[in-house]
């Protein structure tokens, strides 16, 4: 049979397929794989009778286990195997691949008329293999949250640890509000490949209110391009500071208060400003930049 599509050269890639024996078969075998090729075979190109010449001139990809003889007639049997594409694979041989002194066979129903061996073959399929991804490092402040992981939604099975501030811990991509600075693991685990990644997210003690003007403090406009106005309705006793740090945290602007900023030379982005009155924290407002 045709692939949909050819393969990738050096990706990983895993084949599956269910097998189970018909009940009237006297012999059974642990001999059955999936071939992946660039042409396509006939069955008597593929399965030559009688097979007692030579190994054929394929080599299988995905091989059933040796000594694990299929038996049952009536549950399937998962044969399943990963393989490192070579980028010509555009066809799909299932079979025996080997001689009769290379296949290993096995009587499981004495009185039984065929002496055939019959297998039916469902569900197959081959899918690329995706390694577990979590996204770059970052920081966020107290009460924000961010997406820590950067998965298809392929079949696949996740685990993130540890669970403290997920939305989820078994989907691809959870969401973390995590209180204090946190690594957290994504183990996946897709046709039996397990793969891991991680992604430490830095919490400031600083909160971010983006939706009140704490202690009356308002910055506009939000989205800013060249100038922020910052508006103070209460009074205070003390000087202020304005500091604005980017996403990972870094220092760009200290100065102390006045009405109007000039923010020209911010690249577009993403930044947090901060009104400070001595060591303390009044506010925080996350600032996009265009």
Known sequence: ???SNTLQASKIYCGTMYVNLINADKYTTDRIGMALTSNSFACNQAMPMPQTIAPLPIVPQVVNTLGSFITDTLNWMEVSG???ASGTEAYLTIGNFYDDANTATSIVNAGANYFVIY????????????PAKAKNDTLIYQGDSTIIGNNTSEAALFNWQPSAGLSCTNCPNPKASPTITTTYTVTK???KVVTSDVITVT???VGVDELANANGI???PNPATDVLNIDISTSVDVTLTIKITDVLGKELVLRDYQKQIDISQLETGIYFVSILQGSKTLVTKKVIKE
């Open 1 to 3: 049979m045709s692939l």
């Open 82 to 84: 990963t393989f490192i």
């Open 119 to 130: 297998l039916l073959i469902d569900d197959v399929s081959v899918e690329e293999v995706f």
């Open 189 to 191: 685990t897709q046709c």
């Open 203 to 205: 919490v400031s003690p």
């Open 218 to 220: 308002k910055i506009s």
